[in-house]
């Protein structure tokens, strides 16, 4: 992971990670479900899509799953999205029925590719410092090294068994 920033004084998180592999396998990364849940937590903790509608206004309802079984819910809703460039979300905490935590987080993941390289950068704007400061003391900078180890893990398996 290159360049984490916290900036309290916007609430704003950012960073970006080079992947060796193509634009559009790691932007199949992000947004199939099925590739999703396979990365998206730090080991020992699973990701388990509920249901996923990768579209404008559509949601994706998810759980970080414990090895114990306790399940902590996120809910996303596509905000804007442009094909293999970009793609914006609003993301909060949710209980197991879908009832979301406010204030949640505005996620802005940019994606370009040079010499094979796929560059992903990531901007998360949080409504208030409380909520920035939660994500921190939960661990989200290690948990998201993490996670971006294993989608590195994955995209080089991936990139294997397509080529």
Known sequence: MNDF??????????????FDADLSLVWDAYTKPEILDQWWAPKPWTSKTKFMDFAVGGRRF???????GDERWSIQTYTSISPKTNFKLLNAFADKDENPELPGSEWDLTFSEQNGKTTVRVSIYNESLARLEK???MGF???TAMNL????????TLSQQKG
Not at 5 to 18: P, Q
Not at 62 to 68: D, G, I, L, N, R
């Open 149 to 156: 180890k294993n989608l590195d893990e994955l995209l080089a």
């Open 5 to 18: 920033t916290v900036d309290k004084t916007t609430k704003t998180v950012t960073f970006s990670r080079e």
């Open 62 to 68: 998810y759980a970080m799953v414990s090895p114990e």
């Open 135 to 137: 994500m921190l003391e």
């Open 141 to 143: 900078r290690e948990g």
